[in-house]
């Protein structure tokens, strides 16, 4: 009897275990049949090459540079992203990777599962990074720092290394899946608009002049003076005192010289 019921507790403990793990765990991300991959990075947030869930990723770079994508995300959706980076060549020592993920506020999101920041020795010939995102909410607290829909920028480099092997070549490989799409849940609410990083900052407008009204004579005849707050009329007001200092100065001495 006690064995039966340990076998039955021992039953609903493994089932539930299974229930917990989480679908970035069940399903690795793989690329997208016919995607066309990219093998290109941006330097900055604002020159992140755009990429889409399932499109790999492969470009040639040197250690020490800072390497930024952007992809959209949608509410309900789970994103898992994994990068390989290889050592073409021998380094002299070990050296720390990371990748951040940020919205489109450049707020840092939180990874739920993946090596986010791994370290690896001298001999290694690559590292694996990963980060499974956090499920994307239709709406958030404006205090909290939910994932919501819009864009989100990825940002892979070294942040511990030795000097000497600043520059070297490597090999970067990179894909972000889409393990799990719930749709959009059913909180009470919804974002106005995706977060979108203003990309285009500092738009010239091309507005169209207006034409002035025309002035009176009275007017006309005191547009040549200049303004109250002008450094002219300052400037006047003080060559006027410091001539009548002059000529106080001057009256005072010539008296004392008469006596």
């Known amino acids: 009897m006690r064995n039966a019921l340990f076998r039955s507790l ?16 069940v399903a690795a991300p793989t690329p997208s049949p016919g995607a066309t991959p990219v093998n290109r990075a941006g330097t900055s947030f604002l020159t992140a090459t755009p990429i889409s869930a399932g499109q790999p990723v492969r470009v040639d770079a040197s250690i020490g540079d800072h390497l930024y994508w952007a992809f959209s995300a949608t509410a309900g959706q789970v994103h898992e992203i994994t ?7 021998g380094r002299s020592g070990a050296s720390t990777w990371t990748v951040d993920v940020f919205d489109g ?10 090596a986010q920041t791994p370290t690896v020795d001298a001999k290694a010939s690559s590292v694996t990074l990963g980060c499974t995102l956090r499920e994307v909410r239709p709406w958030a607290e404006p205090w909290s720092a939910d994932p919501l829909p ?34 959009a849940s059913a909180d009470d609410g919804e974002l106005a608009a995706p977060l979108v990083p203003n990309t285009k900052a500092g738009t010239v407008l091309n507005a169209v002049p207006v034409a002035e009204p025309e002035a ?3 007017d ?3 547009d040549w003076l ?31 010289r008469r006596r």
């Open 105 to 114: 506020l450049r707020r840092r999101q939180a990874c739920t599962a993946g």
């Open 150 to 183: 819009g864009s989100y920028v990825i940002r892979l480099s070294v942040t511990d290394l030795p000097e000497p092997d600043l520059g070297a070549p490597v090999d970067v490989d990179l894909l972000v899946g889409e393990v799990a799409d719930r749709g």
């Open 10 to 25: 021992a039953a609903l403990v493994a089932v539930g275990g299974a229930a917990l793990v989480p679908a970035a765990a």
């Open 220 to 222: 006309s005849l005191t």
């Open 216 to 218: 009176d004579d009275a």
């Open 226 to 256: 200049p303004d109250l707050g002008s450094r002219w009329v300052w400037t006047g007001i003080g060559g006027v005192l410091a001539a009548v200092a002059g000529v106080f100065g001057f009256a005072v001495t010539r008296r004392s």
């Open 83 to 89: 990068a390989t980076v290889t050592f073409p060549k």
